[in-house]
Nanobody, 121 residues
Framework: QVQLVESGGGLVQAGGSLRLSCAAS????????MGWFRQAPGKEREFVSG????????SYADSVKGRFTISRDNAKNTGLLQMTGLKPEDTAVYYC??????????????WGQGTQVTVSS
């Protein structure tokens, strides 16, 4: 069992930056890949970014490539998502997740409760 808690969301103007954190507890954090997903009102949850267990491999949705950076610190059981150049269409609830990795929701077993990111124009 892995418990995940996100933090760092908030309200920011377009072009601004936010850093989301995901604090993990329970079973070994480093045993799982980590992903960030987001869900806007009325839309399905979508993949944002993923990172392998050892942080040797990362992936991004095309919509955030070049603006978002994913990282993790296994010694601190923490994952991060640095978001820059934010756009109103980035507005969503952001979730961190742990599992076997990939871009599909079903590939992740453990989920946080989400943190709201709102980007004003």
């Amino acid at each position: 069992q892995v418990q995940l808690v996100e933090s760092g969301g908030g309200l920011v103007q377009a072009g601004g930056s936010l850093r989301l954190s995901c604090a993990a507890s329970g079973r070994t954090f480093s045993s799982y890949a980590m992903g960030w997903f987001r869900q806007a009102p009325g839309k399905e949850r979508e993949f944002v970014s993923g990172i392998s267990r050892s942080a040797g491999s990362t992936s991004y949705a095309d919509s955030v490539k070049g603006r978002f950076t994913i990282s993790r610190d296994n010694a601190k059981n923490t994952g991060l998502l640095q978001m820059t150049g934010l756009k109103p269409e980035d507005t969503a609830v952001y979730y961190c997740a742990s599992g076997r990795g990939g871009t599909a929701v079903g590939q992740y077993t453990y989920w946080g409760q989400g943190t709201q990111v709102t980007v004003s124009s």
